[in-house]
């Protein structure tokens, strides 16, 4: 495994920070099983920030991943994603949101963090 992902309850979210190089496989499972394990928590919104990863996916990957997001988080009122932004497209949210989960990308941490802490 040549990633890391970090689980840190703050006031208002869960921020889940995902460094390293997962392949299309990691990554998917990561989801998976952090929508497993965020059942168990005790807020609903949830802060992914990406910007450490540094695996460059390709569009259908980033399609991939906005699916798995939506089947496996669909129960989290919010889900905020943090990337750099050179890699803001949109793909994954849109996927993300086809399936009606509350999806946004962000490449400010400021502008992430504020909308999850809206009422």
């Known amino acids: 495994m040549n990633f890391d992902v970090a689980i840190d309850a703050t006031a208002h979210f869960v921020r889940v920070t995902v ?3 997962p392949d299309i496989g990691e990554m998917l499972s990561m989801i998976h099983l952090l929508g ?5 928590w005790e ?6 920030d ?3 990863v540094r695996t460059p996916f390709s569009r259908p990957e980033q399609f991939r991943i906005g699916e ?3 089947a496996s988080l669909s129960h989290m009122d919010r889900i905020a ?3 750099p932004p050179e890699r803001v497209t949109r ?5 993300a949101q086809r399936n009606g ?19």
Not at 36 to 40: F, I, L
Request: aromatic residues 4%.
């Open 43 to 48: 807020d609903d919104r949830v802060l992914v």
């Open 36 to 40: 497993v394990e965020s059942e168990t």
């Open 19 to 21: 460094t390293g190089e």
């Open 68 to 70: 798995e997001a939506g």
């Open 91 to 95: 793909v994954s949210e849109k996927a």
């Open 81 to 83: 994603s943090l990337v």
């Open 50 to 52: 990406l910007r450490g």
């Open 101 to 119: 989960t509350n999806v946004r990308v962000f490449d400010d941490e400021r502008e992430a963090v504020a909308w999850l802490a809206r009422d």
